[in-house]
């Protein structure tokens, strides 16, 4: 296990259409985050999971969006409905207990 | 709601000139991380400085951490286009184990 991965790299879909990422975080990891960034942008945090019970949510994420981390081990983020405003860099990371977080390459979505 | 506000936004350097980015805070930090993040790429984690005052040094890259713990500053020096990125400083909440990521500072070291 070399790191984090997300899949897709890249995903290009219609206004309206639903897509799904997925993340599988370093094996060993506990806590496991997304973030959505925007082009030259910092990260903004959309949610994170200890385990497989999800922590905390941020309040820009509409209801359009939902993640799971069902085993605590990998995760997915849908988003329903796409909309133009949700073209963004979708971030994923992972840490052990009290440790740094370490990114995937992310998946970048364009919502045509 | 705690905002990070990076500064300058954007800086555009000789190689071999020394540079200065600073991260401040509405409130204390609890605890600030660094991250410098290339293009395609995740960040990726420099420092991370928890004691007010605190100073530490990573190779070229100098971090200090203010005695309120509510500023930090990254200063290079001799940049080299190696160092071109985005740098990120992020905060761990309090209690919580949301980290928040400041707006970046996006350098470009000419050659």
New interface residues.
């Given amino acids: 296990d070399t790191g984090?991965s997300q899949d897709p790299r890249h995903k290009i879909t219609k206004r309206g259409q639903n897509v799904t990422f997925r993340c599988d975080p370093i094996s060993e990891h506990n806590?496991l985050?997304w973030?959505r960034q925007t082009l030259?942008?910092?990260?903004?945090?959309l949610t994170?999971f200890?385990n497989e019970a999800q922590?905390?949510k941020s309040r820009l994420l509409s209801d359009r969006f939902s993640a799971e981390r069902p085993k605590g081990s990998f995760s997915t983020l849908e988003i329903q409905r796409t909309e133009q405003g949700d073209s963004a860099m979708y971030?994923c990371?992972s840490?052990p207990p009290g440790g740094?977080?370490?990114?995937?390459?992310?998946s970048r979505l364009t919502v045509l | 709601t705690q905002l990070?506000e990076?500064s300058p936004q954007f800086l555009s350097i000789q190689e071999g000139e020394n540079l200065t980015v600073y991260c401040n805070s509405s409130s204390v930090f609890s605890s600030l991380?660094w991250y410098r993040q290339e293009p395609?790429?995740?960040?990726?984690?420099l420092v991370?400085v928890v004691t007010g005052g605190e100073v530490k040094k990573l190779k070229r890259l100098t971090f200090q951490f203010g005695d309120a713990r509510k500023d930090s500053s990254l200063h290079i020096t001799a940049a080299q286009p190696g160092d071109t990125g985005?740098y990120?400083c992020?905060e761990g909440t309090s209690g919580?184990?949301?980290?928040?990521?400041?707006?970046?500072t996006?350098l470009k070291v000419l050659a």
């Fill in positions: 984090v806590r985050y973030y030259g942008q910092g990260p903004e945090f994170y200890q922590l905390e971030l990371a840490s740094e977080l370490f990114f995937g390459e992310g | 990070l990076q991380q395609g790429e995740g960040p990726v984690l991370t985005l990120l992020a919580t184990y949301k980290y928040i990521f400041g707006t970046g996006r």
